[in-house]
């Protein structure tokens, strides 16, 4: 309560304006004062006082407590949801939508999938800025989970006190809140309830320079190893405590650094002397050569620090002779077994192809550095010399004089005429040619032949398809020429163009109908001279036009392509006093077509409600009738008198009848009564009852003149009440005929009852 009033003092501190903060203030005095769930070094706070927008319950928290409350598990739902009382606003969180990632404020930690505790869909984003969230406590539904709301709305503050401190697990771990106390994660290489121990590693052999920043030989601590000159690290030169408490490798060792190993050289020998190891550091090696030949490099090496001699090894090397080069137009073979053109070398002379050896055969180097003999030379073999072909020319080159070993004799023919034989002769080694003269002959063009449906004639001048031939070319009747229609063979032994194709001759093409299929038969290519095409329709169409095409020689077809069109049934009209409603698909009254029939009131459908035209351009049914509804017929007895009509039908839909009864009798019930749609009628039959006057007569004998003017009252009433109701069944019977005066039906009176027997 103490930082609460403090805070007071200098509302400032809450980030708002004056007002706002001395009512925050006042309010969280009262909210501390009265509400604080305490739960070990974790206690979470709530007020009951006043609801605050998210960022002014943000600072309260702050002021006053470490923050809005951090949800790490669902046991800590649990229990909020078990204390804290239900608040019609809810609670106020510490998540908020930063850069529009949902984050714990506590910690700037973005909230993970796995954390997520939302409520059923939600958060809905509706792009209303509800950037921060809501915790529900107590709700019907969804106790304990959350909801995005704008930051603005007015809402309870739910506070938590840290249990943390800065000084907490030691400053080597993580501490982590929980609900009662706190546990630490402590960092790699340290361990314990508050991180107080370090991990240690085993010490290492004296020599190594170490660092121990956490306690000898302990985690972190680094141990650098030196070798002296000449000597070398096998194994890492640094090594590292690691958190496992093992070193990051085992210690290296100190060995006398390598030199290459040595061998004795070719003819010669190897002594050397090693000091710490073969061919190592301080290694010396001497070297010698055998009797007949020199050493050519260091007498003696020795391996240094670097691990490099001090020079490279020495050789041993033969007397050497003259080099010898091939004689021109010839070979040299040598055989060295010391180096080239050394002591015992042997080389052996050859002439190529086409040429002799005029000199010695083998030369030996001796040991005084000089060859037994002289090198040979080598001379070039002789061909018969040649003459120039009939129609023909001959043009020869010679390299090593005439007509001899690689002389080259090149023949060539007329215009018109090709070679029948090599066109070049060479002269060989053997001194004979490569083969006989050729002979010039005309120059031969592929043989023609006719083309399929079409005829070849041909003029040879020089032979059959030679050089000058010439052919022509024809068709046979439905068929067209692609082509050139004459060809000559030219000098080059080609036509001059390509022999051309009997082609037949190509109708357009055909589709299909609508509502039909082709199907065609082509001989000569895809409707084309002699292509036969025929059609037919589906069930319910009929063809319009020829079954079969052809295609004729002129590249037409033989008729217009047929179409398919819909069977068509007999057109239908509505029945006397009814509709008629069709629906038409390919047509009006067409195959498929679908008419409903309907009648107006009073009448009634005889014969079925809908009928389709079918394949076969029938109906389903016939049409039906519409036929008037008919009421019981009536029958006159007397004393009633019955006058109908009968507009459309006797006793039908729309008939009246109208009664009145004999003299002497008045009537009881309806003066008319009307046929009804549902074929009844609109009222019963009346009846007749007789009148009172006759009686009143006799009375009137007994009773005397007294009685008199009592009874001429009395029949003075009757009378005028008689006359009031015929009048008044006047008006009724003109209001009923009215609807039907046009019609000219007029009825008699007669006696009248109802027909019992319809």
């Known amino acids: ?42 206690t979470y706070h709530y007020g009951d006082k006043s609801d605050y927008s998210w960022e002014v319950a943000r600072n309260f928290c702050r002021s006053f407590y470490t923050d809005l409350v951090a949800i790490q598990n669902q046991r800590e739902i649990a229990y909020l949801n078990s204390v804290l009382p239900h608040h019609r606003t809810y609670y106020w969180i510490g998540i908020r939508k930063i850069n529009n990632v949902w984050t714990w404020v506590g ?30 406590i107590k709700r019907d539904n969804d106790a304990g989970r959350w909801n995005d709301e704008r930051c603005q709305k007015k809402k309870r503050a739910l506070c938590y006190q840290a249990s943390c401190q800065s000084s907490s697990c030691s400053q080597r771990g993580d501490c982590v809140e929980t609900i009662g106390n706190y546990t630490c994660d402590c960092y790699p290489g340290f361990y314990g309830l508050e991180c107080e121990h370090v991990v240690r590693c085993k010490n290492l052999d004296p020599g190594p320079d170490c660092s121990h920043p956490l306690g000898e030989y302990s985690y972190n601590s680094t141990c650098k190893f030196l070798c002296q000159e000449g000597f070398e690290l096998q194994g890492l030169d640094t090594l590292q405590c690691l958190e496992s408490g093992n070193w990051t490798a085992e210690a290296p060792e100190c060995a006398a650094v390598k030199c290459p190993a040595l061998a004795a050289p070719g003819r010669g020998g190897l002594n050397c002397t090693h000091w710490h190891g073969d061919f190592t550091y301080n290694s010396s090696c001497a070297f010698s050569c055998e009797t007949g030949f020199v050493r050519n490099g260091s007498e003696t090496l020795e391996c240094t620090a670097l691990g490099q001699w001090t020079g490279l090894p020495p050789l041993c090397e033969a007397v050497k002779c003259p080099v010898l080069d091939s004689p021109d137009r010839g070979q040299l073979n040598c055989t060295h077994r010391h180096g080239d053109f050394t002591y015992n070398s042997t080389c052996a002379f050859s002439c190529e192809t086409g040429f002799v050896r005029n000199g010695s055969e083998t030369l030996e180097c001796t040991a005084l550095g000089q060859w037994t003999g002289h090198p040979p030379r080598c ?52 001194g004979q040619w490569t083969g006989h003269p050729p002979r010039c002959e005309a120059v031969k063009c592929p043989v023609l032949d006719s083309p399929d449906r079409g005829q070849l004639n041909c003029t040879h001048r020089h032979g059959d398809f030679t050089y000058n031939s010439t052919c022509a070319f024809s068709c046979e009747t439905g068929f067209v020429r692609n082509g050139s229609e004459t060809l000559e063979c030219t000098a080059l032994g080609q036509w001059t163009e390509h022999p051309p194709r009997c082609e037949a001759v190509k109708c357009p093409v055909l589709d299909s109908p609508g509502r039909g299929q082709l199907k ?10 002699n292509s036969t095409c025929a059609f037919s329709c589906e069930t319910g169409f009929v063809r319009n036009g020829s079954e079969m095409l052809e295609c004729t020689a002129l590249g037409q077809w033989s008729d217009h392509p047929p179409l398919c069109e819909a069977v068509m049934c007999p057109g239908l009209a509505a029945p006397g006093r009814g509709r008629l409603n069709c629906t038409h698909w390919y047509g009006d009254f067409a195959y498929n077509s679908t008419c409903a029939f309907s009648c107006e009131t009073g009448f009634v459908r005889n014969g079925s409600e809908t009928v389709e035209c079918t394949a076969l351009g029938q109906w389903t049914g016939s049409p039906p009738l519409c036929e008037v509804m008919r009421c019981p017929k009536l029958r006159g007895l007397e004393p009633i008198l019955m006058n109908c009509s009968h507009p459309l039908g006797s006793f039908s839909y729309g008939s009246v009848c109208r009664f009145r009864c004999t003299q002497g009798y008045f009537l009881n019930g309806t003066s008319r009564v009307r046929c009804q749609p549902d074929a009844h009628w609109s009222d019963k039959m009346p009846t007749c009852q007789e009148e009172a006057a006759p009686y009143f007569k006799q009375v009137l004998l007994y009773m005397g003149g007294g009685a008199v003017a009592l009874v001429a009252l009395l029949l003075t009433g009757m009378l005028i009440a008689l006359l009031i109701k015929r009048l008044s069944d006047k008006e009724e019977e003109k209001t009923l005929l009215n609807p039907t005066s046009d019609l000219g039906v007029t009825g008699v009176f007669t006696n009248a009852t109802f027909d019992s027997n319809l």
């Open 1 to 42: 309560m103490g930082s609460a009033v403090g805070l007071c003092s200098s509302p400032r501190a809450w980030g708002c304006d004056w007002n706002i903060a001395r009512l925050l203030c006042f309010a969280a005095i009262s909210w501390v004062l009265m509400t604080q769930m305490e739960v070990g070094a974790w």
């Open 379 to 430: 001379e070039a073999v002789k061909c018969p010399v040649l003459d120039s072909p009939d129609r023909g020319q001959l043009n020869c080159t010679h390299r090593h004089g005439d007509f001899t070993y690689n002389s080259t004799c090149a023949f060539s023919c007329e215009m018109g005429f090709v070679r029948n034989g090599s066109e070049t002769l060479e002269c060989t080694a053997l």
């Open 107 to 136: 910690t700037s930690k973005a909230l993970t999938k796995e954390a997520e505790n939302w409520a059923s869909r939600e958060p809905n984003n509706k792009g209303r800025n509800q950037d921060c969230v809501e915790m529900y």
């Open 520 to 529: 065609c038969t082509h001989w000569h290519g895809d409707f084309t001279y």
